[in-house]
């Protein structure tokens, strides 16, 4: 089956930008969802499709996606936005769905 | 606005079998596809499997296959999981959600249920 992969852990200065990406074979012919986590929490959509936010989610977060690589770009990262993100989409093999290995963002 | 509550989870012997519950409110659930995914103790998401709006598609992941059935009652506004066969590695909080958009994109979810597989 196919895998998604995520850089294990990203920090950035408050107020700065922030990139995250996903790279797997699935996303030449998906598009890649995020999701926000913090801990005890069920995850959060943040984007899907090709930068679309769910209503609520701050305009600090866009994705772009290339090839076999998809990107979450925080601008101006605020200290709520700390916690894991993962990456998911379906799998170009079959009809299953798969998630990267999520990144810890430490906003400092 | 939609709402998610899973339930069933629980301590369960390995060998020993399960069933959650997943109920939805706040949304015309006989219209979402729905998955459970689950996330063991201080790892990431798994999928676990999906349904489509009138049960037609179904699938599962590999690591279930076989053990684990996955149904809905839209009359109840209900999911459920079976799961038979439980192995300690199944131990995870596993959440219900529903899928708004291509596939990956699930856009309401629960707050999970903690299945433990242990003797």
């Known amino acids: 089956s196919s895998e998604l992969t995520q850089d294990p852990a990203v920090s950035v200065a408050l107020g700065q930008t922030v990139r995250i990406t996903c790279q797997g074979d699935?996303?030449?012919?998906?598009?890649a969802s995020w999701y926000q986590q913090k801990p005890g929490q069920a995850p959060v959509l943040v984007l899907y499709?090709?930068?679309n936010r769910p209503s609520g989610i701050p305009d600090r977060f866009s994705g772009s996606s290339s090839a076999n690589t998809a990107s979450l770009t925080i601008t101006g990262a605020q200290a709520e936005d700390e916690g894991d993100y993962y990456c998911?989409?379906?799998?170009?093999?079959?009809?299953?769905?798969?998630f990267g290995g999520g990144t810890k963002l430490a906003v400092l | 606005e939609g709402q998610l509550v899973e339930s069933g989870g629980g301590l369960v012997s390995p060998g020993g079998s399960r069933r959650l519950s997943c109920t939805a409110s706040?949304?015309?659930?006989?219209?979402?596809?729905v998955n459970w995914v689950r996330q063991a103790p201080g790892k990431g998401l798994e999928w676990v499997s999906s349904?489509?709006?009138?049960?037609?598609?179904?699938f599962y992941a590999d690591s279930v296959k076989g053990r684990f059935t996955i149904s809905r009652d839209n009359a109840r506004n209900s999911l459920y999981l079976q799961m038979n066969s439980l192995r300690a590695e199944d131990t995870a909080v596993y959440y219900c959600?529903?899928?708004?958009w291509g596939p990956g994109t699930f856009d309401i979810w629960g707050q999970g249920t903690m299945v433990t597989v242990s003797s």
């Open positions: 499709g090709e930068n």
């Open positions: 706040g949304i015309n659930f006989s219209n979402y596809n």
């Open positions: 699935s996303l030449r012919g998906y598009y």
């Open positions: 349904i489509n709006s009138r049960s037609s598609y179904i």
């Open positions: 998911g989409s379906g799998d170009s093999n079959n009809n299953h769905v798969i």
């Open positions: 959600a529903t899928q708004n």
